[in-house]
Each structure stands twice: as structure tokens, then as C-alpha cells.
């Protein structure tokens, strides 16, 4: 259940993650993105509401969406997905803003200074993220007023899902669903286990313990030939089909508190003693019932997140200047008004002023 819930965890401030790591990258992207002068050659590639979007500008985000995606050989498909993308997530982001202003969301000092703290405790000292800001020429008045947007639009995904509830027995037939894959343990065996050098050692080993030897005595005794240490605390949960058939083989057929003769696996040899045995199966929705919920909840909230993003994509007005860059490899035509590729979009950064805008 432990992973469940890290799991649910996960589904549950995937947003919120995501809005915290844009922040250092959005910055770097859009509010820095005319510094330097202009590439030769750059030329205004889409307009947002009449925001012109730069070739530059758009080379960097696709490259910035494909690595924190971790794509690798990345096709020419991929590519125009990744514009397409990228464009979806400014006009998301300018229309986000135009919400922040028109809610009159509040954002208070000390939330900036919890989430500026939040992102220097990414770094191992203060004089390493005052380093990062100083090579990246980030300027923190400005990085503070980003953290304001991305917490602003945080607020509004928090009034968007704060309606999403369960209904009926939807838990119980969730469950009822995939029990079988969500809520069944297999079956363990807890054993104390060494993990010897030679196999002559690992024999002595294995009858000194069979004769009443203690697993601290043991781990002074053969230190030297030990891979890892041993002692009476050191536990290891074996799980069937998860561990190499030779060790599961030699510990199911024993009793608690039995040892085995050495195990040879290729190089290695063991020696294990059975603690313990659970049979496993499939848990009581009333042991789940709660992490059943927290599931079906996240899911809902991330749905009613990616239905407001696409209501706020609709909103705005996209033009592409250069519809070959978001033209389908396949049939090699893309509208001039584009329409949004996907509702599941997040903003990567508020900003979306053209590079013209920037000082």
C-alpha cells in the first residue's frame, strides 16, 4: 500500500510539479528570450492574440519539451507534435494570465518566499543557486513574480477541482475493477539472507548457523568473506516470481526458523534462514477502501484540469505565419488557424510576450 500511495501522491501534484520545475525554464525561455539581439535569419513563425512567436523562440521550447519528456531519436513527426504542443501550452499560458488578472487572485509574500525557498533547497548550497542565477542571468524580482503566476494559476486549478467528488459505490466498483491489479500482494517469504564470497565458506556458514550459531556471531565471525554484513536485524522480503527460482525454491519447502544449505546463483552464493511466510492475496476493499478514493479522485481532479486547459486553449486565437513548420508529415497540411492538438497541456511558463516586447 505504501506505493499506492505514492502513487496517488503523484497523480494528485503532478500539476503542481510541473508548474514548479517551469519556472526556472520558463524563465530562461520566454522572459530572456530577446536578450542578446535576435538570431540572424528568425523570423515570427505563429501570433497568439496577436503575440508574434519567433522561430528561435519555438526551436528552443520543442527542445525543452523533448528533454524533460526524455524523448530519444526523435522523428520529424515528433517534431511537428512538439510545436504543435508548444503553441498549445503559450496560448494556454496568456489566457491563464488574463484569468489570474480577472479572479483578482492574491498572492501573499511569504507563498513567494516558500516557494523560493522550495526551489534554492534544489540546490546543494545558497552559493550554488546564487551561482545558477547569476550564469543564467535571472534576474529574482523578475523570478519572483513568476513564482506569483505559476502559484496564482495553482489557485485556480485548486477552485477548478475543489467541486470533483465521488459518487454511488463508483469506489466499490473501482476496486471490484482491478483488485486483481492494483490490490492483490503476492506472496512473500521474510528471511535473513548472507551473501558469501566462496562457496567453502558459505558451507561452513550455513552449518555453523544449522548448529545454533547466532547471525551476529556469524557476521564477525566470516566479515571477510561476507558481501554486505549480517545480523540478527537484517531482514529481506523474497516475493515469488520476483527472486531467481533457485532461491525461491530453497526457502518455500522450509520451516520458520529453518536454514538452507548454500545457494548458488552464477558467482554468487547465499545462505538464508525463513523468518516468515505470507500467502499473499487479494487485500479487503475495507483495507483500501481510502487509497480506492484518493485514486479515483486524483484521476477526476486531473480530468476537470485538462478539460479547463482545453476550454482555455479555445479561447484563444492562434495564427500560424509558417504552416509548413505544423504541417503533418503525412499529409503535409496544417490550417493557418490552428486548433488545439490536445487538451492535456500544461502551461510551461505565463509569459508569452515576443521576443520584440522584451527589454
Known sequence: MKTLRTQVKGIMISVVILFVISIFAGYGMYTRSGGGGRAEGDYAVAEINGNKVMRSQLERGVADLAERSGMKDVTEADVVRLRRQFIDNLAIGQEFRKE?????????????????????????????????????????????????????????????????????????????????????????????????????????????????????????????????????????????GRVPEEIWTAVVSLEDGAATSPVVLSEDVYVLERISRDEGGIVPFEDVSADVRELILGEKRREAQNAYFASLRQRATVRLLDASLFADPVTETASPDMTPASPEVVPLSPDLTSPDSNS
Open 100 to 240: 489570474v488578472a480577472a479572479r483578482k487572485i492574491d498572492v501573499s509574500d511569504a507563498e513567494i518566499d516558500i516557494a523560493l525557498k522550495n526551489i534554492q533547497n534544489q540546490f546543494p548550497t545558497i552559493e550554488a543557486y546564487r551561482e545558477y542565477i547569476q550564469q543564467q542571468q535571472i534576474n529574482e524580482k523578475v523570478l519572483r513574480k513568476e513564482i506569483a503566476d505559476n502559484i496564482a494559476q495553482q489557485k485556480i486549478l485548486e477552485m477548478e477541482v475543489s467541486g470533483v467528488t465521488i459518487s454511488g459505490d463508483e469506489d466499490v466498483q473501482f476496486y471490484d475493477t482491478l483488485k486483481e491489479l492494483f490490490f492483490t500482494r503476492p506472496e512473500t517469504i521474510l528471511v535473513r539472507a548472507a551473501h558469501l564470497k566462496d562457496r567453502d565458506k558459505a558451507q561452513r556458514f550455513s552449518e555453523e548457523l544449522l548448529a545454533g550459531a547466532s547471525w551476529n556471531d556469524l557476521g564477525r565471525t566470516f566479515s571477510d568473506d561476507l558481501v554486505y554484513p549480517v545480523s540478527e536485524d537484517s531482514t529481506v522480503t523474497l516475493a515469488k
